[in-house]
């Protein structure tokens, strides 16, 4: 799991968004096939920041929600920080664009 949410943040650094979005869901997949938690809300996590960069914020919102679930979960204070504040930043992205339509 470590090597596959390495590989995933590196390519998101690079902006290769599909490449890391296939890799985090591939390691959600392989983290609920063998029952695990470990790493399994930093992957929802960049999943969700994957979706965002791919113009899908409503999935996007909806994997980093999930992400600050668990992490509440775990009451890992810092990531729940995190997460929220990549939900505000989406949220705002979000009003900025419906404002740009009217």
Known sequence: MKIIHGLAQTLTELH???ES???????????????SLYLYAELHLLTGKNLVH???PEKGLHYIKQSKNIFSLQKNEEFIRIAEHELESILQCLCTSMDKKR
């Open 54 to 56: 791919l113009q899908q």
């Open 21 to 35: 979005l296939n890799y985090t869901l591939k390691g959600i997949n392989i983290c609920n096939s063998i029952e």
């Open 16 to 18: 290769y968004y599909l």
